[in-house]
């Protein structure tokens, strides 16, 4: 998993509420395991019509955004089925930060375990940084873990909320297998030990 530290980037507003998994990644996608590739099928029926043609209205299809790495989003974003998919495809599009007044807590748990930092900030700070984002390309956000701050494109910043222990594991870019690994001396020593004291095993 890539560390998380300091992002600075195009951000993208989508102000619609609820948004689900299956409207992140609809249903017909999830048939593959593999992480890659579903980038360009995240918001499917919004980004597309039924011909498969973009629609140029869908912030994702505009020149300015099409190279977002931050969603600004409406409130309970992630809501819906409990799709690891859906980050998978956010992440592969090129999305390193949700941020909203609420998430969804399934997708909130998978965005950790995938590289992606989901920031809940109040209301009125979430209404500043879409219309910031509003503004296009050139309105670029920083999101700082290790400060724990996201900062508008005018120098107005906002403090947010992590679990230490998740803040760790991003700024590490430690999995769960990551963490595990990161415990590998200690499985050794006791295998070596388990090894000569039940060498029957």
Known sequence: MDKFTTLTGIAAPMPLVNIDT???????FLKTIKRSGLG??????????????????????QPAYRDAQILIA???FGCGSSREHAPWALLDFGIRCVISTSFADIFFNNCFKNGILPVVLPQDA??????????????????????????????????????PFRKHCLMNGLDDIGLTMEKAPSIDAYETQMAQARPWI
């Open 126 to 163: 979430v209404d500043a940084l879409m219309e910031d984002a509003g503004r296009g390309a050139n309105a670029r956000i920083t999101v700082d873990l290790e400060s724990q701050t996201v900062t508008a494109s005018d120098g107005t910043s906002f403090d947010f909320q992590i679990d």
């Open 40 to 61: 360009v099928n995240l918001f499917d029926e919004l980004r597309y019509d039924r011909d498969g043609n973009e629609n140029p209205d869908f912030v994702l299809n």
């Open 74 to 76: 409406g409130d309970n």
């Open 22 to 28: 299956d409207m992140i990644i609809p249903k017909q």
